[in-house]
């Protein structure tokens, strides 16, 4: 057991250490340092304005002590500087944080419930047009734009309707209609996954001796398959964080709500480099710290993992 | 951390109703699948739209008689009809012209983010296939970076250091979409590889390229093909969201995410301009996602 | 049919009829079924592959796939049709009044939950009278298990079925089955995945069981043997009908069907084991040699070697079987001998030639002259290719002749494994099991290799097909001389083709000698075993009257 989480731990943190690297080495190769970009568009920026700024953030450093320099504060939590505002990343963000934090975590959880609603009852409906309708959802789902959903929704219930404002009023439609169009995004890979995992276990032959000691199909999905069939759905309701992240910000900007979307549109509008490295960095940790979390809730769905322990790596080509 | 996705991704591909491929009890009738599912209605049924689509990107103005760019200002607002099928924007420009003449860019952009998923994310599964351990590490911690870096983020560094414009969305998106086609290339070459044949061709003289060549790349093509199709509707979805905030090429070059942002000031009284074009986006993916899971049926050797 | 429906009966099948799918590729699995049970009674139902003997136990549980149409007839359990009741009240009469063993004891038992957890799951699906509490399913749990004959009962319980092995898998599957004291049990080629040893000490728990508590057995089995050794009576099945449905001892001295003899003979015939070699001179260089061959896996703690100080020697022109259980080393013995992987001591000599570290130009000369045979015919071909192109491969890939004479070639090897020249333009997929694995010797045999590997070539097959596989096998090594290396856990072919014999267990060789001196007068104990577990002890007693 502690062999796995420190195999698992130690994983994490060398993902991190190369999304740094990866991203710094991807900033050196831009045509310009942060500094000069963002100045770019400023008419009055001079030589040494520039200079002078770059000092102010190291930028002027040699390349190899830049690199130490941001990989020990990050360890520190300290993700650079926003170039337009002069604020650390953390602060800059810490102070919108919250709201888009809310709106990510309900969505993700309303996602899950859906994707879990949507698989029990393909499964267990009798009625096949009824069975193959619930099957399809999921990749319609996939196939619906958040941004548009989310204005046929403004249109519908705002316009149409009139049941709920055009901007964020803190009432229960303001806030849900957008967890629901953020939710139903998330469902689909969810959704599909699970419903594949689903099918592959009742393919199993220990489904059959189940049936042929008397239980009922629901019996059988809620007691046995949901949680043989659950560590691919976890695998892939881990890897969504990415895509909560885009949603909410596209979420954002369609309900008008403030959160971390703004600070992205503004960072980029400004050409803040060094504000959306920081981003990146944020959540390339959130990533993989809730990949760890997933990580080390395997074994407690299923026994055999700390047996096996990592599966075998491929051995090179014969010959 | 590593995450183990190759199941998940190749599920999803697989699809919903799909049966699987052992359940054939008789053996007779499973002989030319291939030729079976190229005849079958369904696969027509997906083609033929997502034809037309191509034909849309290739030959706009077979497709719409209306200027995309220049309005008739007299005609503006017009609702869906007849006349104008997506009804007419602000400008009084054809909508529809204008879904049709975006089409191009819209393609062309997630074109590229898909080569480029494809080119390198195929080099990378391959080498960690077939190259050893050690490269199979490396390249697996390298896939759970490209998988933690979320590609939306890719595209704005990108984007706020360039400028906005197709390519710096392209590219982003393609890095974004790079894992899915390593982790895709990289099960099938391993799950092809530990196949007896695979070993009775090198046992009957053949070398390491050659059965590369004529025996694993040929078994495995098909979850790739189909990922294609399915990675170039994410491709247009991730383009078009990027589109509407702004990122893709600037006004008034016709593109189906930017169509949407720019109906969105009208919400109120011209609900079309932002419903109808969206409802393209919708079938386009629908229909290329319908199309991965025919073709990971043809090709399923 | 000999079956007269009698008040008596427990289980009355009458007229049943079932097909897969619908329209033109619909398929009869099951056709104008009739059959009866008695109260205790055991009846096996034996058949090969596609016969539709699973259908037709599938069909009396209520658990056919979905696909499955059942077009008519009735099955009717102590006089209630069961094709007329809804699917809740077919739920609370499996488990309680049916019970089945399944085939596969590996994955048959939830992997996520335990042992105890697993067999209790009956009682409560069907409670009875009063609400068992926690402490009574506990006890009653570890009676089943005791009931099984396993022990440390208290342990297993919380157990995940991964820590279990095969045998006592389908142990945990029979307590569950016969949990609730069942009339009739209905068992799927229950020790088909099984080691011979396994399989025997499983059966006899399983017909003690059911004589004791009197349950009535439908025992599905490919394996004339084993259906002989358990059975009160014997129903053959062929094609979705029954071919003949009589008692043990009426079949094996009269049976009246053509299918049901052929089976028989299989069943019964073995080798002459007297036969010599063709080709065999006074002085013979061994086709294959090794010697003190071995191969550890793991390190430090986790050091166990699959492998041990092997050594034998094939001689040309014969049949050297090499002979154990899963895990006994012998797959990993031929892959070091074929060079697929790399031994860590010992040496391998082919033809002579010390191949033990041959690499590059070398291996490939060696695969010219020693070609392996894989078990599984559907993977052993590439599915895209034609059975020309499989067969031409290896010409092509030596650079082998002009095309014409490669084709020619293609042609005469068709011809050698005894298929028709037309097939040469078939996929590998169109091909039948068995024709599969005759593409697959061609291929071996292209480049003219004197010498193959077989490993567990023929495990895969039905019975019939085996024994075609074998005259085929048997009529190359006359003609061109072939020396075999067989590996196998199947003693009832060993002793057709082998002039020699090894058995291996855990990783050792335990015993080498000709195959009529280890077959008959074994000199290890572990031979002994093997011997005695062979299912068709009442067979042979009757071949050889």
């Keep these: ?58 930028y002027d450093q040699p390349l190899l002590v830049q690199y130490f320099n941001q990989l020990t504060g990050l360890f520190r939590g300290d993700f650079g500087y926003s170039l337009a505002s002069g604020q650390p990343v953390s602060e800059r963000i810490g102070s919108v944080a919250s709201s888009t934090l809310v709106l990510a975590s309900s969505a993700f959880v309303a996602a899950v419930a859906l994707a879990v609603l949507l698989v029990a009852s393909a499964t267990l409906v009798r009625q096949s047009w009824l069975k193959r309708f619930i099957i399809n959802l999921p990749p319609l789902f996939a196939a619906v734009p958040v941004f548009w959903l989310g204005l046929v929704l403004l249109q519908l219930l705002s316009i149409q309707l009139g049941i709920m404002s055009l901007f964020p009023d803190g009432s229960f439609a303001s806030i849900a209609v957008p967890v629901l169009v953020l939710a139903i995004h998330i469902s689909a890979p969810i959704a599909q996954v699970l419903l594949k995992s689903v099918d592959n276990v009742h393919a199993q032959p220990f489904v059959d001796v189940l049936r042929a000691k008397g239980a009922s199909p629901s019996w059988i999905f809620f007691r046995h398959t949901l949680k043989n069939a659950a560590a691919p759905a976890m695998t892939i309701s881990g890897i969504t964080v990415g895509t909560l992240l885009a949603g909410s910000v596209i979420t ?68 | ?94 909508v529809f012209a204008r879904v049709v003449h975006g089409t191009s860019q819209t393609l062309l952009t997630a074109g590229l983010a898909v080569c480029i998923g494809l080119v390198v994310g195929t080099g990378l599964g391959l080498l960690a296939a077939t190259a050893g351990r050690a490269a199979d590490a490396v390249t697996m911690r390298l896939i759970d970076v490209l998988l933690a870096v979320p590609g939306f983020l890719i595209s704005l560094i990108i984007v706020t250091a360039y400028a906005p414009g197709p390519i710096s969305l392209g590219v982003g998106v393609g890095i974004a979409s790079i894992a899915s086609f390593a982790r895709v290339v990289r099960s099938e070459v391993l799950r092809v590889r530990s196949l007896d044949y695979v070993e009775a061709a090198f046992m009957n003289g053949g070398t390491y390229w050659s059965v590369v060549f004529k025996h694993i790349l040929p078994n495995s093509c098909g979850p790739v093909l189909a990922l294609l199709a399915v990675d170039l509707g994410v491709a247009i979805l991730a383009i078009s969201g990027l589109g509407f905030l702004g990122f893709g090429s600037p006004p008034p070059t016709p593109e189906w995410g930017l169509l949407i942002a720019e109906g969105r000031q009208y919400l109120a009284s011209a609900w079309w301009l932002t419903t109808l074009p969206g409802i393209v986006i919708v079938l386009v993916v629908v229909l290329l996602a319908g199309l991965g899971r025919q073709l990971h049926k043809i090709f399923r050797f | 049919m000999s079956t007269i429906a009698s008040a008596s009966a427990l289980l009355d099948i009458s007229g049943l009829s079932i097909t897969y799918g619908h329209g033109d590729e619909a398929v009869v699995a099951a056709q104008n ?167 025997q000490t499983v059966l006899e728990v399983f017909t003690k069981l059911a004589r004791e508590l009197g349950t009535a057995v439908i025992f599905v089995t490919h394996d004339l043997a084993v259906a002989t050794d358990i059975a009160d009576r014997i129903v053959v099945m062929q094609h979705g009908q029954i071919r003949e449905d009589r008692p043990v001892l009426e079949i094996l001295r009269s049976p009246e069907d053509a299918y049901t003899r052929m089976l028989l003979t299989e069943a019964t015939a073995s080798g002459d084991a007297s036969r010599i070699a063709t080709g065999m001179g006074a002085i013979t260089v061994p086709a294959i040699e090794v010697a003190g061959l071995t191969q550890i896996y793991g390190r430090g703690k986790t050091e166990r070697a699959a492998v041990d100080e092997v050594s034998f020697a094939v001689r040309p022109g014969t049949t050297f079987s090499l002979v154990g259980e899963s895990g006994s080393g012998k797959s990993t013995t031929a892959r070091m001998i074929m060079r697929l992987l790399e031994p860590t001591a010992g040496t391998v000599k082919i033809h002579g030639q010390d191949v033990t570290h041959a690499r590059g130009i070398d291996k490939r000369e060696l695969w010219r002259s020693l070609q392996l045979v894989y078990q599984n015919p559907d993977s052993a071909l590439d599915p895209r290719y034609s ?159």
């Design chain 1, 1 to 58: 057991m502690a062999a796995y989480i420190a195999r698992r731990i130690g994983q994490a943190l060398l993902v991190i250490w190369l999304a740094y690297t990866l991203v710094f080495l991807a900033v050196q190769l831009l045509p310009n340092d942060p500094v000069t970009i963002f100045l770019s568009a400023d008419a009055a920026a001079n030589p040494e304005t520039i200079a002078a700024m770059k000092a102010q953030y190291g």
């Design chain 1, 252 to 319: 954002e900007t369609v309900f008008a709500r403030s959160g971390l979307g703004q600070v992205v549109l503004q960072a980029v509008t400004a050409q803040d480099v060094a504000l959306v490295q920081g981003m990146v960095l944020l959540t390339a940790t959130a990533f993989v710290l809730v990949n760890l979390v997933v990580d080390l809730l395997y074994p407690l769905l299923d026994p055999r993992i700390l047996k096996s322990g990592t599966h075998g790596a491929p051995r090179a080509l014969v010959a």
């Design chain 2, 1 to 94: 951390m590593s995450i183990k996705l190759e199941e998940p991704l190749l599920q999803t591909l697989g699809g919903g109703a799909d049966p699987g491929p052992n359940n054939g009890t008789a053996q007779g009738h499973a002989a030319k699948p291939k030729q079976r599912a190229i005849r079958s209605v369904s696969f027509w049924l997906t083609c033929a739209p997502l034809i037309v689509v191509v034909g849309w990107a290739l030959f706009p103005s077979l497709f719409s008689g209306y200027d995309p760019i220049s309005g008739v200002p007299a005609q503006k607002f017009q609702g869906p009809g007849l006349e104008h099928w997506f009804g007419t924007d602000h400008l009084g420009r054809d």
């Design chain 3, 33 to 199: 079924i009739d059959l009866t049970l008695k109260p205790g009674e055991i009846v096996a139902l034996v058949g090969e592959s596609g016969s539709g003997k699973s259908t037709l136990s599938k069909a009396i549980i209520g658990l056919l796939p979905q696909s499955a149409r059942i077009l008519g007839g009735s099955i009717n359990l102590g006089g209630e049709n069961l094709l007329s009741r809804s699917e809740r009240e077919l739920a609370s009469i499996r488990g309680r009044r049916i019970g089945m063993v399944p085939q596969d004891p590996g994955a048959s038992l939830d992997p996520v939950k335990t042992v105890g957890s697993q067999i209790s799951e009956v009682f409560r699906l069907h409670p009875q009278g009063h609400k068992l509490s926690r402490v009574e399913l506990r006890a009653e749990v570890i009676r089943l298990l005791e009931l099984v004959g396993i022990d440390t009962p208290e342990q297993r319980i919380s157990q995940y079925p991964h820590e279990l092995s095969g045998g006592l898998k389908q142990r945990v599957l029979i307590a569950i089955a016969f949990a609730l004291k069942p009339e009739l049990l209905i068992a799927d080629e229950p020790t088909s995945a099984l080691d011979v040893t396994v399989q």
């Design chain 3, 387 to 545: 059975v020309s192109r499989i067969i031409s491969e290896p010409l092509e890939n030596y650079k082998v002749g002009s095309k014409a004479e490669r084709r020619l070639r293609v042609a005469e090897l068709l011809d050698a494994v005894n298929l028709p020249t037309r097939m040469a333009a078939l996929g590998a997929k169109e091909l039948s099991g068995g024709q599969r694995q005759r593409v697959a010797i061609a291929r071996a045999l292209a480049l003219g290799a004197k010498t193959l590997v077989l490993d567990e070539a023929l495990s895969a097959l039905d019975v019939l097909t085996q024994a075609q596989i074998l005259a085929l096998l048997e009529d190359l090594q006359v003609n061109q001389g072939l020396s075999y290396l067989f590996i196998s856990h199947d003693l009832h072919v060993v002793e057709r083709i082998s002039h020699d014999v090894g058995v291996m267990r855990q990783g050792r060789l335990v015993e080498v000698g000709t195959a009529t001196q280890v077959l008959n007068n074994p000199t290890s104990e572990y031979t002994r075993l093997l011997l005695d577990s062979n299912p068709g002890a009442l067979l042979r007693e009757m071949a050889t009257n």
